[in-house]
């Protein structure tokens, strides 16, 4: 096992690194200390490797698009309403935070963790090495209530599991709901995911209003194209979708409450797989149905269905609706999430 720093330009004056976490298993993934970004997810695909996840060779291509392609997403994922959170826990007064989508508060708003340049430290053992991103958040820079120590770690395992946990840590009461925009495409950036199978933990899909925020509603599964609690084949529910107005998925997901794995995609093609495991209660899934030619990615320019993200959150706009879940973060008190992806080629 081996780390390599590599050079990966310059953004806004800022240098930015390139760290690859190498196992034994000629498996490696990529970070970037410019947003916290995944840039690659590479793994054995005969006598070279491929790359599982979307990602970009030059730094600038991942700010000249809206789609957060692999970077991490903070304070809070999801959509604000109004961009309006309580300043109380009783919310007797209310705070409006930066609004980077019409009214609404998206993936953090426009200063979220994707747009700052991380410090890093690295750890190596003997079993699995890792690279924590780390910096401090303060409430001028994103807007929300109080000054943020965030650390984020990707760590890589010798049985091919990458994790990513986030700690935060706030001088003052805030929101903490943090996530991974990272798409996968396990044919490698190449061709598309329609040939993929889906499995999801979940029972029911939420109801959003023409602003794609939760309106509170839990919607079944059950005889609709969003039901995965069997494996389904992402090709079927798009061509189910063709009359929509978004002409694939972007929805959130109630994930039951269960232990161990919740989501699970397959390539039944190359016999890949990739494993998701959280312990939150949501999944955003996006089949990139809107990407266009005007995204040059490392092997090919973008187009619809080249990737799908999942994103393992806390079900978004939790404020407005008690019930989705908690993602307070009491002031100096220390709150950590972990995201699991068990990679298998079975």
């Known amino acids: 096992m081996h780390i390599d720093i590599i050079d990966f330009g310059t953004y806004k004056k800022h ?25 690659e997810f590479l793994v054995p695909d005969g006598n070279k490797t491929k790359n599982i996840v979307l990602g970009f060779d030059n730094i600038s ?19 604000i309403k109004n961009g309006k959170i309580p300043l109380t826990p009783l919310g007797e007064e209310t705070i409006t935070l930066p609004q980077n989508e019409g009214t609404k508060n998206h ?6 963790f994707y747009s700052y340049l991380w410090n890093y430290r690295l750890h190596t053992d003997k079993d699995f090495l890792s690279v924590t991103l780390y910096r401090t958040i303060h409430s001028s820079e994103d807007g929300f209530p109080g ?9 890589l395992t010798n049985d091919n599991e990458l994790s990513i946990t986030y700690t935060g840590i706030s001088t003052a009461d805030t929101l903490f709901n943090p996530t991974a ?11 598309d995911i329609l040939n993929h199978k889906l499995t999801l933990a979940s029972d029911s899909y939420l109801e959003v209003d023409t602003d794609k925020v939760p309106t509170g509603e839990l919607i079944p599964v059950a005889n609709t194209p969003f039901d ?12 189910e979708l063709s009359d929509t107005s978004e002409k694939g998925l972007d929805d959130i997901f109630k994930l039951r409450n269960l232990k161990g794995e919740k989501v699970k995609l ?14 939150r209660n949501g999944l955003v899934v996006y089949t990139a149905n809107t990407f266009d030619s005007s995204m040059k990615f490392s092997h090919q320019s973008g187009h619809p269905y080249m990737g799908i993200a999942l994103e393992a959150q806390t079900l978004s706009d939790t404020h407005n609706h008690p019930n989705f879940g908690d993602i307070s973060l009491t002031a100096n008190a220390e709150k950590t999430y972990e995201i699991r992806y068990q990679y298998s080629s079975n």
């Open 15 to 39: 240098d930015v690194k390139k760290i690859r976490l190498n196992n034994d298993n000629a498996v490696s993934i990529s970070v970037l200390t410019m947003g916290a970004i995944l840039n």
């Open 61 to 79: 291509e991942y700010y000249q698009n809206p789609f957060y392609v692999g970077m991490s997403i903070g304070r809070t994922a999801g959509r």
């Open 107 to 112: 993936q953090g708003g426009p200063n979220g």
């Open 147 to 155: 000054d943020i120590n965030v650390s984020i770690t990707f760590k």
């Open 181 to 191: 925009h990272i798409y996968f495409n396990l044919n490698g950036q190449d061709n």
């Open 228 to 239: 995965f609690r069997k494996p389904r084949t992402l090709k079927n529910t798009v061509q």
């Open 266 to 279: 397959e390539n039944p093609g190359t016999h890949d797989s990739i494993q998701l495991f959280s312990a």
